[in-house]
């Protein structure tokens, strides 16, 4: 998993380490701000946030313990609002977090190329289909 969370961040910084995150040396520039890469495995979240031993209906319920509700808020709601600059501005307001960027980060298994299977890119219709 990547996440690009602005360079002098402090909240997001916290949040995605104490999920199992690495900050890397990559670094992304906007005209904004500076922004690191953060890796994580799948599996190391999942055991962090303790989504690995909880289903589907419990998670949906609440019916799961408290720490790790808490633990599974927080993380959720620092993405989400670290996030919201980006999604609400077109004037290029300076969000925490922002989107991978097409092609430039890799990290897929069998050296697939980053930015390769996007959901804009499946759903833009092609020049002569319909």
Partial sequence: MCYLAAEDSTLADHVL????FERSEDVFVTWAARYNTYRAPVQKV???????KTSTPELLAHAIDAA????QALFHQTIHVGSMAEWISAEG??????RLVRGGHA???????GGTGRWEWCTTPRSGSQ
Avoid: M, N, Q, Y
């Fill in 107 to 113: 990290g897929k298994p069998g050296g697939v190329p």
């Fill in 93 to 98: 307001l300076r969000s925490e977090l922002i």
């Fill in 68 to 71: 790790a509700l808490r633990e």
């Fill in 17 to 20: 380490r104490h999920a199992g």
């Fill in 46 to 52: 999942l055991s962090t946030l303790s989504l690995d």
